[in-house]
């Protein structure tokens, strides 16, 4: 079953989230990190367009390549620093941000309270970052060329959660990872077609199948009601 059989309606009565718990969780940047090919702009988007169903979303495309700012702002009037890409859904210009030389740390200080949720896809290593943001989300490929590159600050830090990414047949338990890191592992995204072929789709969620979008609706809940 493809999403555009599965009613919208039910998303956020699926993702439960209490009344009390959305009041403290709204007005969050959430990072979106990982190595260059954990397929944290896929995770980004997807999320994006799942809690755009009832949230006011801000997107911003930090990452180097800015795979997702050349897909989503084709065609768009590119002279503000925030660009309406759907009704709740919307995207930093980047673009316009430097020409203006604007202070990007100082600006989501301001405008955080304008948006539900801020979702920031990026590897930007800048410290003063994570002055700002609220949850980091690091995503890794659960083998052990990609093990080895976790830093131990990663593994330390409490705000930082982890998130296994395209597991297949071959990876490595999610228990041996979370036994070897001594960290808990908030959710796993089987290999998919479906999602690496977003890209290629123009970032319709309408490729992926019912249970894809069932589990990555479960670690949203994951990410959005922690405290």
Same mark, same amino acid.
């Given at each position: 079953?493809? !999403? ?90 980047? +673009? ?19 948006? +539900? ?16 943001? +609220?949850?980091?989300?690091? !995503? ?31 990876? @490595? ?12 592992? @908030? ?15 123009? !970032? ?24």
């Amino acid at each position: 079953m493809y !999403l555009k059989e599965i009613n919208f309606n039910n998303i956020i009565q699926i993702l439960n989230i209490k009344n009390k718990e959305e009041k403290n969780n709204k007005n969050k940047i959430i990072k979106i990190n990982g190595n260059n090919n954990s397929g944290k702009s896929i995770f980004s988007i997807i999320i994006s367009k799942l809690l755009l169903n009832k949230y006011k979303i801000l997107l911003i495309d930090n990452d180097e390549n800015n795979i997702l700012s050349k897909i989503l702002l084709e065609n768009k009037n590119m002279n503000n620093e925030i660009i309406k890409i759907l009704n709740n859904f919307y995207i930093i210009n980047f +673009d316009y941000i430097l020409k203006e030389k604007i202070n990007i740390i100082n600006y989501l200080k301001k405008i955080k309270k304008e948006f +539900d949720y801020i979702i920031m896809d990026s590897n930007n290593k800048d410290k003063n970052y994570r002055k700002i943001i +609220d949850k980091e989300i690091y !995503l890794i490929e659960p083998n052990m060329f990609e093990m080895k590159k976790i830093k131990k600050e990663i593994i330390q830090n409490n705000k930082i959660k982890i998130i296994l990414n395209k597991s297949n047949l071959y990876s @490595i338990d999610k228990n041996v990872i979370e036994k070897t890191i001594n960290k808990k592992i @908030i959710g796993e995204i089987e290999y998919s077609k479906n999602i690496n072929s977003l890209i290629n789709n123009n !970032l319709e969620l309408k490729y992926l199948n019912k249970k894809e979008i069932n589990n990555i609706i479960k670690i949203i809940k994951e990410v959005i009601n922690e405290n």
